[in-house]
């Protein structure tokens, strides 16, 4: 292999290139400035985004990979600035999110002296990353940037941490790349297990009442059409978990809605009705089972997952098929029997409808005063046809924009699901922007959560990056509030906000934007914002106390969702 | 679900930071190691973890799964007590003229199947390899004549099986390269 002499920063570089990255988000310091004087040679060929926060750096790596389907990458210092990763890292490590941070560490011969900006990196990254490394040696440097990227994108993806020493940085190579394609100890794909594929094939063929329940394993393997011809033809009901939404198009006849905590009505109420539960790259999360003991009792359950550690973790399965989902579509499809079940299917349609009267007209037709969540969601879904991408904060706006947003191409949501890390969005809308700069990038956000990370409102201005922010403002902590209503009488503690002026701190940030509080406003301000050339606000005023409805409550089973 | 004890072993590359990454799988799970080993397994460049644990069946399974998980981690198996041949060695320090005062110490040694690893004028080490109630019950019967120092080792086991599972699986590797998507 040919080599060539450059120092550990200049291999570092050089390494991320190889790998196809052009865009690093990040924040300098003491311990990483030798990779950062050379990312200024190399401004033409990658583009280093500064924000206001590491955690912002992180989110927006998570958002750029979470659009692209690429890998995210964020570069910081050391002590501080690794810690502040720590959200993300353990928000990419629970939503499976290809993330890889390279964080500076102080000079080689200073580890575990308490040197300045010393922190234990490998050790507080452990437990949040797929895999860590930490590099003390010049001549590692483009062996182990290349196990990190196959470790972070193969098998089921996760964050993966670098440490490198300040040292390792300002030392000199023989440089050459190889990419990674293979490590020892590590089994990304398991084999498909043909005799699996034909036993879940036979429970499938012999089902009644099935239902299918679709996670972000689908999307992460690709395998939305591979999806698609498994429930078309089988005609198997499938609803979606929270990081599933738009794996299959909202509008898909076979598409019964969300399930779990503030899912849809159907899925949640068939679950312990059906005769079939086919988990298809989900981990049957406490927020989409509800109470395991009464989860799914009438049911087989047949898992395809591609990690083994999830197969009866928490729910135990009849048939697990452990590989990678595209592989497992395309050996039992041909198996499936062509089927009708007319009947079943309009059974979700007639919970819809109920569903529909009890609490989603109301939530997005609204006719009582005050304006809800549900009516803003719906107009901004109308006006961009599906075709926008949404990214969410966590709370109440967060399942309401989740409910009601239609999509009709994959990779359209960006939320944080597993870790439900507020302060989440608008950093990872700017990192969905910078990934799919040719989309419409709606940013749905809380009171409470915008004020988590709204520095980086500094980031979207410097970029000038068009994102639409929807600030969904009730002047509380929506959805702990609607809990201390439910379950602890109304007693309110420390969820109310005495808020700022946003338009003004928006203004100060050099972003344009507009309040609104009345519903006839509403239409024309929506119209404005998304004809609007750069970044805008938009904050609109919703009801104070408004409920998210359906709701199983934490604990109970499925079958005790609450409509109201 | 029943508490049991399990004995986990576990194939691993030698980084730096495993032995970590193992046992935050355990504090997650708010489990308590009784014991563990960690030394060079017979094929060279991959060591072997020995753990026991208490836990229900149902716990273990995942537990191991996790472990297994890790990257740097070849396999994890999890064990019954049925399925192994297990030791651990002890080491007591007695004085030396406890033993040349009377016959009992020697005549322990007799009976726990125990050896006398070094005599100097002041002190005497005593080994001996059991479970761990043999080694407990001789350092309870020698206690009376003042064990200076006493310690034990993590257990360490062997399958009742024939090959050690790792060596068919590293062969398998070897023929059977995992097709990767880049």
């Given at each position: 292999?040919?080599?060539?002499k450059v120092s550990g920063s200049e291999a570092v570089i050089l390494s991320l290139?190889?790998?196809?990255?052009?865009?690093i988000?990040g924040y300098p310091g003491g311990a990483i400035m030798p990779i950062y004087d050379l990312l200024y040679?190399?401004?033409?060929?990658?583009?280093h985004?500064?924000?206001?926060?590491e955690?912002?750096a992180a989110?927006?790596?998570?958002?750029?990979?979470?659009?692209?389907?690429?890998?995210?990458v964020c570069m910081v210092t050391s002590g501080p600035g690794a810690t502040n990763l720590t959200?993300?890292l353990?928000?990419?490590?629970?939503?499976?999110?290809?993330?890889i941070c390279i964080s500076g560490q102080v000079v080689s011969g200073l580890l575990g002296t308490d040197a300045f900006q010393e922190t234990d990196v490998m050790g507080f990254s452990m437990?949040i990353t797929?895999w860590n490394i930490q590099i003390t040696k010049v001549e590692d440097i483009p062996e182990m940037m290349a196990r990190a990227f196959?470790i972070a994108?193969?098998?089921?993806?996760?964050p993966v941490m670098i440490d490198i020493t300040k040292d390792a940085q300002f030392a000199e190579l023989d440089f050459?790349y190889?990419?990674?394609?293979?490590?020892?100890?590590?089994?990304?794909?398991?084999?498909?297990?043909?005799?699996?594929?034909?036993?879940?094939?036979?429970?499938?063929?012999?089902?009644?009442?099935?239902?299918?329940?679709?996670?972000?394993?689908?999307?992460?393997?690709?395998?939305?059409?591979?999806?698609?011809?498994?429930?078309?033809?089988?005609?198997?009901?499938?609803?979606?978990?929270?990081?599933?939404?738009?794996?299959?198009?909202?509008?898909?006849?076979?598409?019964?809605?969300?399930?779990?905590?503030?899912?849809?009505?159907?899925?949640?109420?068939?679950?312990?009705?059906?005769?079939?539960?086919?988990?298809?790259?989900?981990?049957?999360?406490?927020?989409?089972?509800?109470?395991?003991?009464?989860?799914?009792?009438?049911?087989?359950?047949?898992?395809?997952?591609?990690?083994?550690?999830?197969?009866?973790?928490?729910?135990?399965?009849?048939?697990?098929?452990?590989?990678?989902?595209?592989?497992?579509?395309?050996?039992?499809?041909?198996?499936?029997?062509?089927?009708?079940?007319?009947?079943?299917?309009?059974?979700?349609?007639?919970?819809?409808?109920?569903?529909?009267?009890?609490?989603?007209?109301?939530?997005?037709?609204?006719?009582?005063?005050?304006?809800?969540?549900?009516?803003?969601?719906?107009?901004?879904?109308?006006?961009?046809?599906?075709?926008?991408?949404?990214?969410?904060?966590?709370?109440?706006?967060?399942?309401?924009?989740?409910?009601?947003?239609?999509?009709?191409?994959?990779?359209?949501?960006?939320?944080?699901?597993?870790?439900?890390?507020?302060?989440?969005?608008?950093?990872?809308?700017?990192?969905?922007?910078?990934?799919?700069?040719?989309?419409?990038?709606?940013?749905?956000?809380?009171?409470?959560?915008?004020?988590?990370?709204?520095?980086?409102?500094?980031?979207?201005?410097?970029?000038?990056?068009?994102?639409?922010?929807?600030?969904?403002?009730?002047?509380?902590?929506?959805?702990?509030?609607?809990?201390?209503?439910?379950?602890?009488?109304?007693?309110?503690?420390?969820?109310?906000?005495?808020?700022?002026?946003?338009?003004?701190?928006?203004?100060?940030?050099?972003?344009?934007?507009?309040?609104?509080?009345?519903?006839?406003?509403?239409?024309?301000?929506?119209?404005?914002?998304?004809?609007?050339?750069?970044?805008?606000?938009?904050?609109?005023?919703?009801?104070?106390?408004?409920?998210?409805?359906?709701?199983?409550?934490?604990?109970?089973?499925?079958?005790?969702?609450?409509?109201? | 679900?029943?508490?049991?004890?399990?004995?986990?072993?576990?194939?691993?590359?030698n980084s730096i930071g495993l032995?970590n990454r193992?046992?935050?799988?355990?504090?997650?799970?708010?489990?308590?190691?009784?014991?563990?080993?960690?030394?060079?397994?017979?094929?060279?460049?991959?060591?072997?973890?020995?753990?026991?644990?208490?836990?229900?069946?149902?716990?273990?399974?995942?537990?191991?799964?996790?472990?297994?998980?890790?990257?740097d981690?070849?396999?994890?198996?999890?064990?019954?007590?049925?399925?192994?041949?297990?030791?651990?060695?002890?080491?007591?320090?007695?004085?030396?003229?406890?033993?040349?005062?009377?016959?009992?110490?020697?005549?322990?040694?007799?009976?726990?199947?125990?050896?006398?690893?070094?005599?100097?004028?002041?002190?005497?080490?005593?080994?001996?390899?059991?479970?761990?109630?043999?080694?407990?019950?001789?350092?309870?019967?020698?206690?009376?004549?003042?064990?200076?120092?006493?310690?034990?080792?993590?257990?360490?086991?062997?399958?009742?099986?024939?090959?050690?599972?790792?060596?068919?699986?590293?062969?398998?590797?070897?023929?059977?390269?995992?097709?990767?998507?880049?």
């Amino acid at each position: 292999m040919k080599t060539k002499k450059v120092s550990g920063s200049e291999a570092v570089i050089l390494s991320l290139l190889a790998e196809g990255v052009d865009t690093i988000f990040g924040y300098p310091g003491g311990a990483i400035m030798p990779i950062y004087d050379l990312l200024y040679d190399y401004q033409d060929k990658i583009k280093h985004i500064l924000t206001r926060h590491e955690q912002g750096a992180a989110h927006a790596a998570q958002g750029y990979a979470r659009v692209t389907g690429g890998v995210g990458v964020c570069m910081v210092t050391s002590g501080p600035g690794a810690t502040n990763l720590t959200t993300g890292l353990a928000d990419a490590m629970l939503d499976s999110t290809p993330i890889i941070c390279i964080s500076g560490q102080v000079v080689s011969g200073l580890l575990g002296t308490d040197a300045f900006q010393e922190t234990d990196v490998m050790g507080f990254s452990m437990p949040i990353t797929k895999w860590n490394i930490q590099i003390t040696k010049v001549e590692d440097i483009p062996e182990m940037m290349a196990r990190a990227f196959f470790i972070a994108t193969t098998g089921r993806p996760g964050p993966v941490m670098i440490d490198i020493t300040k040292d390792a940085q300002f030392a000199e190579l023989d440089f050459a790349y190889k990419k990674c394609v293979d490590v020892r100890s590590y089994v990304p794909r398991p084999p498909l297990r043909m005799e699996y594929v034909e036993q879940a094939a036979e429970l499938i063929n012999n089902a009644k009442k099935p239902m299918a329940l679709v996670g972000q394993g689908v999307i992460l393997s690709g395998a939305e059409k591979e999806l698609l011809a498994f429930i078309e033809k089988a005609q198997i009901p499938a609803a979606w978990t929270l990081l599933g939404n738009s794996a299959m198009p909202s509008e898909h006849p076979l598409n019964v809605g969300m399930l779990g905590m503030h899912g849809n009505y159907g899925p949640n109420i068939k679950t312990n009705e059906c005769d079939l539960l086919i988990g298809l790259g989900m981990r049957f999360d406490d927020r989409v089972t509800g109470d395991v003991k009464t989860y799914g009792k009438m049911a087989k359950v047949v898992h395809f997952e591609i990690d083994p550690a999830e197969v009866n973790k928490n729910v135990r399965v009849d048939i697990a098929v452990i590989a990678d989902i595209k592989e497992t579509f395309g050996a039992i499809t041909p198996l499936l029997k062509e089927q009708k079940r007319d009947e079943w299917l309009n059974q979700f349609k007639i919970a819809y409808q109920y569903e529909y009267e009890k609490v989603i007209e109301k939530d997005i037709h609204p006719v009582k005063k005050g304006l809800t969540m549900g009516e803003v969601i719906r107009m901004i879904t109308e006006k961009t046809n599906g075709e926008a991408i949404l990214v969410t904060d966590v709370g109440q706006h967060q399942m309401i924009a989740n409910r009601y947003f239609k999509f009709k191409n994959s990779r359209s949501v960006v939320t944080s699901g597993g870790l439900g890390t507020m302060g989440f969005g608008l950093p990872a809308a700017f990192g969905a922007q910078r990934g799919r700069p040719d989309k419409t990038v709606v940013a749905v956000i809380g009171d409470g959560g915008f004020q988590m990370t709204l520095q980086e409102l500094g980031t979207i201005w410097q970029n000038k990056a068009p994102i639409k922010i929807v600030l969904l403002n009730n002047n509380f902590l929506g959805m702990v509030r609607q809990w201390q209503q439910m379950f602890f009488d109304k007693r309110y503690s420390s969820t109310e906000l005495t808020n700022p002026d946003f338009i003004t701190i928006a203004r100060g940030f050099g972003i344009d934007g507009k309040k609104v509080s009345e519903r006839e406003d509403l239409d024309g301000t929506i119209e404005d914002m998304l004809n609007h050339e750069g970044p805008f606000l938009l904050e609109v005023t919703v009801e104070k106390e408004g409920n998210v409805f359906p709701m199983v409550p934490a604990g109970a089973s499925v079958s005790d969702i609450r409509l109201e | 679900m029943e508490v049991k004890e399990f004995t986990i072993t576990a194939f691993s590359e030698n980084s730096i930071g495993l032995l970590n990454r193992i046992t935050i799988i355990f504090t997650r799970r708010h489990l308590n190691i009784e014991s563990l080993a960690v030394s060079e397994s017979a094929i060279h460049g991959i060591y072997k973890f020995t753990i026991v644990i208490r836990t229900t069946q149902e716990l273990i399974e995942n537990v191991v799964k996790q472990i297994e998980k890790v990257v740097d981690v070849l396999r994890a198996y999890y064990l019954s007590k049925e399925e192994i041949i297990y030791q651990e060695i002890a080491l007591y320090k007695v004085p030396t003229e406890s033993l040349t005062e009377s016959s009992e110490i020697e005549g322990l040694v007799r009976k726990y199947n125990a050896r006398i690893l070094e005599v100097t004028p002041e002190y005497t080490v005593i080994e001996k390899t059991g479970h761990k109630e043999d080694t407990q019950q001789l350092f309870d019967d020698m206690r009376k004549f003042g064990v200076l120092q006493f310690t034990r080792s993590g257990r360490i086991a062997i399958t009742k099986a024939k090959k050690e599972r790792l060596s068919e699986y590293l062969v398998k590797l070897d023929t059977k390269k995992p097709k990767v998507r880049i």
